[in-house]
C-alpha cells in the first residue's frame, strides 16, 4: 500500500487472499469509508463532499479482481467484514463513518455491529430492510401501482436487451441487471449508467451468493439491535428496487439512533441525483456527536 497524501487522491490495491481489493482515498476532513466499488463509488459522490469529507472508497470480494479461480465459499458475509476491517487498518483508521448504499448497507451495518469502538456513524443509502421474498413483492406491487407509463415502456424496452448483453459479457451479468434496471434505479427512467460502471469488476458468483442467499435472511431486527452507533437512513421517492418505505416502520424501534431522511427527486442513488442536498443532510449528521 502507498503512503498515502490526503491533499491529492491516493489508489491503490490491499491484498486480501486472492482478492486485489482497489481503493481510492479522496478529499479532507471527517474520515467516511464507502464500502463497495471504488470505481463505481468514487462516481457517485460530488465533488464539493472532498472539501469536507475524506472519502475512503474500497472494494468487497465481488468487485475485485481474483488471482484464482474463485467459489461461493470466497464470499462469505464474515470475510467481507474481515476484509473492511483489514482495510480500517491498512487506511490507519481509528474512529471514522461508514456507509453503504443497497446491499452495502448490510456489510455497513455488520461492520458497526462487530467493531462498535470503530464507528462513530453508519449511513445507509438505498437499503431494504432485506431481500427476501415478502419485501421484493412488495417491490413489485408498488411497481405496479406507482411507476408511470413511459417509466414501464422504457423498462421494458430496456430488459429486452439484457439477454444480448449477458451473452456478449457473460461474467457480467450482475452488471449489465443493473444497467438495465434503470428505470426503477433512477428519478430519469432513461439515464444512462453505463459511464458509472466502466471498468469495473464483477464476481457473479459473490453476488449470488449474497444478494440472493445472504441478504435474503438478513434478520434486521436483530442486526440494528446489535448497532450502538446513530444510524441515517436515505431513501429515494423513486426507488423501486427496494421495497416501499413503509417496510422499516417495524424496524424503527431496534435501533439506538435513527435518522430517515426521504429524497423526493431521487431513485436508488440519492448521493449522485441529489448530490446538494445529500451532502448537507449528510454533513449535519456526522457532525452530531
Known amino acids: 500500500m502507498e503512503e498515502l497524501d490526503?491533499?491529492?487522491?491516493?489508489?491503490?490495491?490491499?491484498?486480501?487472499?486472492i482478492f486485489e481489493l482497489g481503493y481510492a482515498i479522496e478529499g479532507q476532513g471527517l474520515p467516511l469509508l464507502v464500502v463497495g466499488s471504488s470505481l463505481y463509488y468514487a462516481r457517485t459522490f460530488s465533488p464539493g463532499l472532498r472539501r469536507s469529507v475524506r472519502l475512503h472508497f474500497v472494494d468487497h470480494r465481488c468487485f475485485a479482481r481474483p488471482l484464482g479461480?474463485?467459489?461461493?465459499?470466497?464470499?462469505a458475509f464474515d470475510r467481507i467484514i474481515d476484509d473492511i476491517e483489514l482495510a480500517r487498518q491498512a487506511f490507519g483508521l481509528e474512529r471514522f463513518a461508514v456507509l453503504?448504499?443497497?446491499?452495502h448497507g448490510y456489510m455497513a451495518l455488520e461492520y458497526a455491529r462487530q467493531f462498535p469502538d470503530r464507528v462513530s456513524h453508519v449511513v445507509l443509502a438505498g437499503t431494504g430492510p432485506n431481500q427476501g421474498a415478502e419485501l421484493a413483492e412488495w417491490a413489485e406491487r408498488r411497481w405496479e401501482a406507482e411507476a408511470s407509463p413511459e417509466r414501464k415502456l422504457i423498462f421494458d424496452r430496456e430488459m429486452a436487451k439484457l439477454a444480448g448483453d449477458i451473452a456478449a459479457h457473460p461474467h457480467e451479468r450482475f452488471k449489465h441487471l443493473l444497467i438495465r434496471l434503470g428505470a426503477r434505479s433512477w428519478f430519469d427512467p432513461g439515464f444512462d449508467a453505463r459511464p458509472l460502471w466502466d471498468g469495473v469488476w464483477i464476481n457473479d458468483i459473490g453476488f449470488d451468493h449474497l444478494w440472493g442467499e445472504v441478504f435474503r435472511d438478513i434478520d434486521m431486527h436483530a442486526l440494528a439491535r446489535g448497532v450502538t452507533a446513530p444510524v441515517l437512513l436515505a431513501l429515494g421517492r423513486f426507488d423501486y428496487l427496494i421495497s416501499p418505505p413503509a417496510a422499516w416502520e417495524p424496524f424503527r424501534g431496534d435501533f439506538a439512533q435513527l435518522t430517515i431522511e426521504m429524497f423526493e427527486r431521487s431513485?436508488?442513488?440519492?448521493?449522485?441525483?441529489?448530490?446538494?442536498?445529500?451532502?448537507?443532510?449528510?454533513?449535519?449528521?456526522?457532525?452530531?456527536?
Open 6 to 17: 490526503y491533499g491529492r487522491a491516493a489508489r491503490g490495491i490491499i491484498r486480501s487472499g
Open 69 to 75: 479461480p474463485v467459489e461461493a465459499g470466497d464470499f
Open 100 to 103: 453503504g448504499h443497497s446491499g
Open 267 to 289: 431513485g436508488h442513488t440519492m448521493q449522485f441525483e441529489e448530490s446538494e442536498r445529500f451532502d448537507a443532510v449528510l454533513l449535519e449528521f456526522l457532525h452530531r456527536s
